[in-house]
């Protein structure tokens, strides 16, 4: 199942009065559940999972996140500039890597030019690593979020300048 096709249901479930909904597909297993303020939880389980009755609680890992050295900043957008900028946002909740692996280098950084079906970034959720298409061709203006920061479901993770 491809990520647009998730994203498409979680859309679907969040904007309907269904408080819970369970996909099941080819060995690949979805179950939305809103919680009282209305967020949409998410699970997905791969065919070798093993998935349990019990409620399942995502939290950020305790590990620290890897030190990065300190470059100069480019300049953030005015926020004129950003009306006219493609958000690229997280379709799931999960931890936010920029890179396939710790030691590699990152999918994309500022500056870049991406195409609609790049990967620009890996959005982990209980241990399923989910690649991020920039879904418009472009220019990375600014990355918003942190390696290994958690991110929530919507949240703008870049800013593209489409072409």
Do not use: W
């Not at 967020?39 to 349990?52: F, I, K, R």
């Not at 958000?87 to 280098?105: E, H, L």
């Amino acid at each position: 199942m491809k990520v647009q096709e998730i994203r498409e249901i979680i859309k679907l479930v969040d904007q309907s009065n269904i408080n819970e909904f369970v996909f099941e597909n080819e060995g690949t297993k979805i179950k939305l559940k809103k919680t009282e303020t209305g967020t949409v939880l998410h699970q997905a389980a791969a065919p070798a999972v093993v998935q349990t009755n019990a409620a399942v609680e995502v939290k950020p890992a305790a590990a620290p996140a890897p030190e990065v050295p300190k470059a100069v900043e480019p300049a953030k957008p005015a926020a004129a500039d950003t009306e006219n900028l493609h958000k690229i946002t997280s379709p799931m909740v999960g931890t936010f890597y920029q890179s396939p692996a710790p030691d590699s280098p990152a999918y994309v950084k500022t500056g870049d030019k991406v195409t609609g079906d790049s990967i620009v970034c890996i959005v982990e959720a209980m241990k399923l690593f989910n690649e991020i298409e920039a879904e418009v061709s472009g220019e990375i203006v600014e990355v918003l979020v942190k390696e290994g920061q958690l991110v929530e479901y919507g949240q703008p993770l870049f800013l593209v300048k489409p072409e």
